[in-house]
């Protein structure tokens, strides 16, 4: 049994992957930031912890992680202003690693997107370039880290029904389910072959995909 912290709970993954961290034994603390979404997060078999980590120092997001095994950041502006995607999905992010280390744990599981590169390809004039640069400098701060990190870097997020199999490295947007991407999330969890590693994967095709826990490599 692990306890599991998921900053960004009331998210549409994170819905998914606490009842899959339950069903295996499993502790989990969603991180919400309205309280009216107590009731629906914690019908999933979360506990709620309601912080609204955007306003929240280190030291603040420290507390709030101490104590548990594991932490996974699938929290995001959902596509605001440019100001507070760089406040959540760069800033609150960087501080949320921070904070792992402060608090004495170890392993982070970030939850990034497929095009997160360098040279991701997004110009200043798009309305996209501002989530594409706060990723971008979220997973090289985790990578910079000394902590047991990995970050799953999914395509183009669907609402299909899960197939159970992904492509690692797919052509094109990499489509892929959202409940697929929580058990991603979830192998991930307790798989340590995936600790320094970017996993970038859609769902891919029948011919190229394959069981989440092959293609993981592990």
């Not at 921070?98 to 309305?127: F, K």
């Not at 501002?130 to 999914?154: C, F, N, Q, V």
């Not at 970017?198 to 029948?206: K, Q, S, V």
Request: hydrophobic share 45%; charged share 25%.
């Amino acid at each position: 049994m692990s306890r599991i912290i998921v900053f960004g709970g009331h998210g549409r993954i994170a819905l998914l992957l606490a009842p899959l961290l339950v069903a295996r034994g499993d502790e989990v603390t969603a991180v919400i930031r309205n309280p009216a979404h107590t009731e629906e997060v914690e019908a999933g078999g979360a506990r709620a912890l309601v912080a609204d980590v955007e306003q929240m120092d280190v030291d603040a997001i420290a507390e709030v992680i101490r104590g548990h095994d594991a932490v996974v950041w699938s929290a995001g502006a959902g596509g605001g202003s440019p100001e507070r995607t760089y406040a959540v999905d760069r800033d609150a992010a960087i501080r949320s690693m921070d904070a792992t280390g402060r608090a004495g744990v170890r392993r982070y599981v970030m939850v990034s997107w497929l095009g997160s590169t360098a040279d991701h390809g997004v110009p200043p004039e798009d309305s996209f370039f501002a989530y594409a640069d706060a990723k971008w400098a979220a997973d090289e701060h985790l990578r910079s880290m000394s902590l047991e990190g990995t970050i799953l870097a999914p395509g183009t997020l669907t609402f299909d029904e899960p197939t159970g199999r992904i492509q690692i490295d797919p052509d094109g947007r990499g489509a892929v389910a959202r409940a697929d991407v929580a058990a991603v999330i979830a192998a991930t969890l307790v798989e340590p072959c995936t600790i320094g590693r970017t996993l970038r994967f859609g769902n891919g095709d029948e011919t190229a995909a394959e069981p989440i826990a092959d293609a993981l490599g592990c």
